[in-house]
């Protein structure tokens, strides 16, 4: 279980979720992601890991809602409980020498 410590509607259907995941946060790196389930009849969604603070041990994840199971994960809120968040996954950025990066999205990006 994993408790959530934040969410915010940032603009119409894209929310983020703060989450209270010390493990994760302690190990996370650039690139990496988490699988979060909103309950336990719902399916596995890969979100990319946007922040992470790791003296506080929350980890934040940015996405737009798209079907059911983000809807889902919209309406938590701070103190609520996922079953899971299972992280960090994939193979981390290497961003050597470059100084400050800055990644710019599409759409609301």
């Known amino acids: 279980m994993a408790r959530i410590v934040k ?10 979720l703060e989450i209270e995941a010390p493990e994760i946060a302690r190990k996370c790196q650039p690139g990496q992601f988490i699988i979060i ?23 934040t994840c940015v996405f737009m809602i ?9 309406l938590l809120q701070a103190g609520d409980e996922v079953p899971v968040v299972v992280g960090p996954l994939g193979r981390a950025v290497e961003i050597g020498r470059w100084g400050t990066v800055m990644c710019v999205g599409g759409c609301y990006g």
């Open 7 to 16: 969410r915010e509607r940032l603009v119409p259907n894209i929310h983020s």
């Open 37 to 59: 389930m909103p309950d336990e009849f719902g399916e596995r969604i890969p979100l990319t890991l946007a922040d992470w603070d790791r003296e506080k041990g929350t980890i």
């Open 66 to 74: 798209v079907g059911t199971s983000t809807h889902k994960l919209s």
